[in-house]
Nanobody, 128 residues
Framework: QVQLAESGGGSVQAGGSLRLSCAAS????????LGWFRQAPGKEREGVAS????????HYSDSVKGRFTISRDYAKTTLYLQMNSLKADDTAMYYC?????????????????????WGQGTQVTVSS
């Protein structure tokens, strides 16, 4: 049973940093591509970043490129999102998600509908 548990959210001032974590269990970690998504109040959930099963390929949305970094640890089976230079627009609930690597990550890497497994989310609030 795939389980994903996010942590690391909180409140921070604009310009600050946070690192989100997503502990994964119940599946063969390296058989899955992973992603981070976010949903702000009144908005659709959007893809933020994704990473391939072996970590060699990453994708970012234009809104976070150059500020956020996605990574994964195989010993800890944990996914990370390092967020720097945070802006008020980054305020949202952040979710990690997983999808089987049988579909290459290059195929719609940030499409939420391609990810069947989701965590419960962690809130990030950035004050200006």
């Amino acid at each position: 049973q795939v389980q994903l548990a996010e942590s690391g959210g909180g409140s921070v001032q604009a310009g600050g940093s946070l690192r989100l974590s997503c502990a994964a269990s119940g599946f063969t970690y390296s058989d899955y591509n992973l992603g981070w998504f976010r949903q702000a109040p009144g908005k659709e959930r959007e893809g933020v970043a994704s990473i391939s099963r072996f970590g060699g390929i990453t994708h970012y949305s234009d809104s976070v490129k150059g500020r956020f970094t996605i990574s994964r640890d195989y010993a800890k089976t944990t996914l990370y999102l390092q967020m720097n230079s945070l802006k008020a627009d980054d305020t949202a609930m952040y979710y990690c998600a997983a999808r089987g690597a049988i579909v290459p990550l290059a195929t719609t890497p940030l499409n939420q509908y391609e990810y069947p497994y989701w965590g419960q989310g962690t809130q990030v609030t950035v004050s200006s």
